[in-house]
């Protein structure tokens, strides 16, 4: 190469390393997190983290949500509120997830009454 082509490569190449790094480093925002090797799951249109979070009732929430079963209270990630009649009063019954509601109860299971059940959101 000619001398006037190699200051032009040289100058070049430092005009455009100035510019790169006159913006500076990519910064990430504050609070994020990585998520390229973890893995993650979608709840309707969201992504989220399931060793923070889960999916419950369509939207994400962490995992140590509580709602109200009767006058019990169960952990929307891990147990569920099933409807039971035991006597003529109904009552409630709260399950591991993914048993099933018809199952009769079992000693891992809490029986909850009726008193003031309502469902919050």
């Known amino acids: 190469m000619t001398p006037q082509c190699d200051v032009l490569a040289v100058s070049a190449?430092?005009?455009l390393l100035t510019l790169l790094c006159s913006h500076g480093a990519p910064v990430s925002p504050t609070?994020?997190?990585l998520m390229l090797c973890q893995s993650h799951t979608r709840c309707g249109d969201k992504f989220y983290d399931p060793q923070q979070h889960c999916c419950y009732d369509d939207a994400v929430v962490p995992l140590g949500?509580?709602?109200?079963c009767g006058n019990c209270t169960?952990?929307?990630c891990f147990e569920q509120c099933c409807p039971w009649s035991l006597r003529p009063q109904e009552?409630?019954?709260v399950k591991v997830k993914g048993q099933k509601c018809a199952l009769a109860p079992s000693l891992d299971?809490?029986?909850?009454s009726s008193v003031?059940?309502?469902r919050t959101r």
């Open 74 to 76: 169960f952990r929307v």
């Open 31 to 33: 609070g994020s997190h």
């Open 109 to 112: 299971d809490r029986v909850c």
């Open 13 to 15: 190449t430092l005009c």
């Open 116 to 118: 003031s059940w309502q």
């Open 91 to 93: 009552a409630f019954v």
């Open 65 to 68: 949500r509580t709602r109200k």
